[in-house]
């Protein structure tokens, strides 16, 4: 399977990317010397489609959009590859004000207000920053979040739901603490999973809700968590064909989703996102080892397919669905995605340790481009006012 995945097609940008440039992020800046910025993003892109569409009309004004900043536009103190710094502490300060009073307008966001303070606690920990600080405000927070049937809704009195129980759980665990632990009722928390249990093998994402595959991620991520009991109970509508785990037919249900392009849906039959691509792979290296699970149930070449046609030249970061314009946020949901198959094509841990040689041991052969990320994140997605933040492309 290795030697098959390194002759897998490789996206724009990593084909044509300078493969000296490495250590991008972490040169210092030179006032003396002038920035080496290679030509892949200095120019239009190498290949264009003669048909014009809405959509390449639309493609064309983002890479003029986006190529000022490659180039370094509106940024100081780039390093000698053309890279500016990390605005570290305008993203701290940003995410630190999220975290506490919103306007009234977010009023109409409150079911979704396990998500504002988990992606703000999630990257002030990437960033450094320690948030044990807001384990008392989360949990009181939190609590009244949580409801007697089980499970975490957005806001007080609303339904539970399977996205606000996975950003509350893991807000819990990133503040730390016995008394964020003991919160969850697992008892509750597993009934309900048992009745979000589907007869075809999939989650629905509430009771009586959709089902798709964040269900099947969200709930794989907190039974494995929690440590919640895997046996079903006699009222899940999933014993009516027969499982009796919460894991049963989950794998394959999974399967189901890959569509005819090679990527991931949301559920069989319909259109191939990166985030449902994410949530697929990352369920499947939950339930076991990614080197087992992705290979047997996906067509892994398709999907290496799929997501290497995600990253654009000269922009360099990815879209989420065919077509579709390059997108900050899908730094995390397609870039999440590469580690997961690496490690499905590198084997067991520990395995590349005997062969150096391996394809995906050196970064220039890597399946994606990590210095055109890097390039795209750092010259088209800070917010370059005192803000700070990061977003979608200059222009959002």
Known sequence: MAGTAAQEPRSPAAAVADSRESPLARDGSDAGLVPSIPSLFA??????????????????????????????????GCNVH??????????????????????????????????????????????????VEYRSR??????????????????????????????????????????????????????????????????????????DVRGAYCAS????????????????????AGHTDLFGGLLEWVRRCQTYEGGM?????????????FCALGCLSILDSPHRTIPKYLDVPRLLSWLSSRQYAPEGGFSGRTNKLVDGCYSHWVGG??????????????????????????????????NSLIRYIFCCCQDLSRRGGLRDKPSK
């Open 82 to 131: 053309g890279i500016p710094p990390l605005l570290r502490d305008r993203h701290v300060n940003f995410l630190q004000k999220q975290l506490g009073l919103l306007p009234s307008m977010f009023k109409g966001a409150d079911p979704s207000r396990p998500w504002f303070f988990y992606w703000c606690l999630a990257g002030l920990s990437l960033l450094g920053e320690d948030v």
């Open 138 to 211: 989360l949990i009181e927070t939190v609590r009244p979040m949580q409801n007697e049937t089980g499970g975490f809704a957005g806001g007080f009195g609303q339904t539970s739901h399977l996205a606000t129980t996975y950003a509350a759980v893991l807000s819990l665990l990133l503040v730390g603490g016995d008394e964020a632990y003991e919160l969850v009722d697992r008892r509750s928390m597993w009934k309900w999973l048992c009745s979000l249990k589907q007869p075809d093998g999939g989650f629905q994402m509430a009771v009586g809700g959709e089902e």
């Open 43 to 76: 120019s239009g892109p190498p290949i264009r489609d003669a048909l014009t569409t809405n959509s390449s009309q639309i493609q064309d004004e983002t890479v003029e959009e986006c190529m000022p900043f490659l180039n370094g536009a509106g940024h100081d």
């Open 265 to 277: 849906s949301a559920s069989p039959g319909f259109e191939a996102h990166g985030a449902y691509a």
């Open 337 to 370: 995605c590469w580690p997961l198959m690496e490690a499905s094509l590198r084997g067991p841990e520990g395995q590349d340790d005997q062969h150096a040689d391996h394809p995906l041991t050196q970064a220039d052969n890597s399946l994606f481009s990590r």
């Open 221 to 240: 991520v907190i039974i494995s968590l929690l440590n919640i009991p895997r046996n079903l109970s006699s009222d899940s509508p999933a014993c009516s």
